[in-house]
């Protein structure tokens, strides 16, 4: 079989083939076989215009991002999109995958590295220089990215493309829309946040993964686009082929040309090839966000459930949530509450909460309650006080610490009138205090025991404190606190537990003990035990035994106050 030889054809005739070809060729939507050279070179230009003005506009906007960010301000981010220019470079990658052209594909992957790299490093830089590093809410909004962040991607990146093949000005004044849904500079300025503050891989990761999220959405969608207009067609090849030798001729990128292989990269000579590697993209970036997703949509569904079962913690006259966080762990979930209450709720109840929110979240709920004191038919005065940051000063503006070191006995008693006024719920009861005074200079101090079936939270004390100041018109005033568990489960071979009660009775005589024990302590050992507490407590004891199939030497004392006399009547003549 022999070849036959094609005969050559003159410039002439090349030029007048090409245009007939070009002729010939059909429009694709909106474009001309003549518009899609114009696009190709506008989005080419654009896409590595790489001049002094656009890396000083890009780090002018890393750096405004970086504020915005650390200032909370959505206003200032919105700047920084509107101003960022990377873009240009995205849909130039786009362009070149589309087409298949590899050394506009590498010139804008080199641009969008480089510019990456140095959004990342001005933002790191502004927050070394920057006296705090505070986790502000537009940070954290972009360090949990998932799959509907790519969704936004894609779409906006379809946008974008769609003004970028659009000739005229029919949809310029989209370009700042398009702008600011892609997002492309504030993720980087919160990496180069986690960078600054003292590398924090949690806000670094999250950060690059919503990056690479809209980095991926915006090439795959733009991409379709430019194969559906025909931006991959011969005619546009050669636009290319003239351009690029325009652009090797003049300083800057000649010496890509030169580079072994750039010219016909194999994974870019197929359309399929070319298409699998931006899927391939997309999907390694997907992993992520789907698990991101199925974490969100598990935190919703078990806080739903926590809400449900919260319902019992808010009672009408009775108690409601002052705060409720939830920490999702691997499978799991603990609920932290801070209940204002006038009754104590039991373990009993707590289970029951646990018991409610683990079948309705269908995983495991364990529940911390704090319960802050609240008197009784006073639960909305309580949360005007727990709301309330007024610090009360005497009509001088000074704190009146010097007047009340001059009348003692008159400060004494109005400390024991606050003290009686402070709102506890019925499950905590004032055993006594000790005021203490220092010299003009120091801070009164109101040292107080009280009687209760669990410790007082950090948050009550501090309502406590900001009643007596109230009450007793003393800013400087300090409250410290001594906890008496009314129950105790002490082993009978301890005789220091036993001693510790007997010290706190003997102090406060208002108590009265009672004391449980299981049927297998030896009648001589509950005697000498009866008897160490009797010696403090006089007449105020009371014992119950109860007999029962526990094992070990155990004992319950519970500690209660003495009901107060009634008034006698009056005594007949």
Do not use: C
């Amino acid at each position: 079989m022999t070849a036959r030889r094609v005969k050559p054809r003159s410039n002439a005739q090349l030029s007048d083939s090409d245009a007939q070809d070009k002729d010939a060729e059909p429009a694709h939507l909106w474009l001309t076989p003549g518009d899609r050279e114009d696009v190709f070179h506008e989005a080419a230009g654009s896409a590595t215009d790489t001049g002094i003005p656009y890396w000083l506009v890009l780090l002018l906007a890393g750096a405004i991002a970086e504020l915005g960010l650390s200032l909370d301000s959505a206003a200032v981010v919105i700047g920084a999109m509107l101003i960022a220019p990377l873009l240009a470079p995205i849909v130039g990658l786009a362009l070149a995958l589309a087409m298949g052209d590899s050394r506009l594909a590498i010139r804008t992957a080199l641009v969008i590295a480089a510019s990456t790299l140095a959004v990342i490093a001005v933002a790191a830089l502004l927050t070394l220089s920057l006296p705090f590093h505070t986790l502000t809410d537009q940070i954290v909004a972009r360090t949990r990215p998932n799959m509907l962040d790519l969704a936004i991607a894609a779409l906006s990146g379809l946008a974008g493309a769609v003004v970028t093949v659009a000739r005229g000005k029919r949809l310029s004044g989209t370009v700042p829309g398009v702008a600011i849904s892609v997002a492309l500079v504030p993720p980087l300025a919160v990496a180069g946040f986690g960078v600054g503050s003292g590398w924090n891989w949690a806000i670094i990761r999250g950060s690059l993964l919503l990056y690479g999220a809209n980095l991926a959405g915006i090439v795959m969608s733009a991409m379709v686009m430019f194969l559906i207009v025909g931006m991959h067609h011969r005619q546009v090849l050669a636009a290319a082929s003239t351009w690029h030798r325009e652009a090797e001729g003049r300083p800057g990128w000649a010496w890509l040309g030169r580079v072994p292989g750039v010219r016909s990269l194999g994974i870019l000579a197929s359309p399929w090839a070319r298409v699998a590697l931006v899927l391939a993209f997309v999907a390694l970036v997907a992993v992520p966000l789907n698990s991101s997703l199925r974490q969100i949509a598990r935190e919703a569904h078990v806080r739903r459930a926590i809400d449900v079962a919260e319902k019992q913690f808010t009672r009408p006259g009775r108690s409601f949530i002052v705060s409720s966080d939830v920490t999702l762990g691997d499978g799991a979930t603990q609920v932290a509450l801070n209940v204002a209450t006038t009754a104590w709720f039991t373990d009993a109840e707590r289970t029951e909460f646990e018991n409610d929110a683990t079948r309705l979240a269908h995983e495991p709920v364990t529940l911390v309650l704090e319960q802050l004191p609240a008197s009784t038919g006073d639960v909305a005065n309580f949360t005007k006080l727990l709301g309330s940051e007024k610090t009360n000063r005497s009509p001088g503006g000074a704190a009146p610490t010097a007047g009340l070191l001059t009348a003692l006995p008159t400060m004494r008693a109005s400390i024991g009138t606050a003290v009686g006024l402070l709102t506890l719920p019925d499950s905590v009861a004032i055993l006594g205090y000790d005021v203490v005074f220092g010299d003009s200079t120091s801070q009164p101090k109101v040292n107080l025991v009280y009687l209760a079936p669990d410790t007082l939270a950090a948050q009550t004390v501090q309502i406590m404190t900001r009643q007596l100041r109230e009450s007793l018109q003393s800013p400087s005033l300090l409250l410290t606190n001594q906890f008496v568990r009314t129950e105790r489960r002490m082993d009978t071979h301890s005789p220091s537990a036993v001693d510790s009660i007997a010290a706190v009775m003997s102090r406060y005589r208002t108590l009265v003990a009672t004391i449980t024990a299981d049927s297998d302590i030896s009648p001589a050992r509950l005697d000498s035990i009866i008897a160490r507490v009797q010696r403090a407590a006089g007449d105020s004891m009371r014992v119950i035994l109860v007999r029962n199939a526990a094992h070990g030497a155990k004992l319950l004392i519970r500690l209660s106050l003495r009901p107060k006399p009634t008034a006698p009547g009056p005594q007949p003549h």
